[in-house]
């Protein structure tokens, strides 16, 4: 029930923020902070683990599918890096 719960908010909250911090877990994949904050993303695997790094933006709106990633290029411009789908086993209706 943790996991739907769980799952369903991130499905519906907004995120918008730099990657601050980034904690290695032992199975490879990497959990993103904002400032001191763990950004528990249930539906969302950062596998393997050098998908985020340090200063990387990331966005997901509410209620869409995708996670998206933007690291800086050399002009320090965000570009988009990679877009992340939901791996979980709940599915709720996603903005077009």
Do not use: C
């Not at 539906?43 to 393997?48: E, L, R, T, V």
């Not at 800086?72 to 890096?81: A, H, P, T, V, Y």
Request: proline share 4%.
């Amino acid at each position: 029930m943790n996991t739907y719960f769980k799952s369903r908010n991130v499905h519906f909250k907004e995120y918008d923020f730099v990657v601050t911090k980034v904690i290695k877990t032992p199975t490879g994949s990497a959990i993103p902070f904002n400032k001191d904050i763990k950004m528990d993303m249930w539906q969302y695997n950062f596998y393997p683990e050098k998908i985020i790094n340090i200063g990387d933006s990331i966005h997901k709106g509410a209620e869409e599918k995708f996670l998206y990633i933007f690291r800086r290029d050399k002009s320090e411009k965000f570009i988009l890096g990679d877009s992340i789908q939901p791996t979980g086993m709940y599915s709720w209706k996603y903005k077009s």
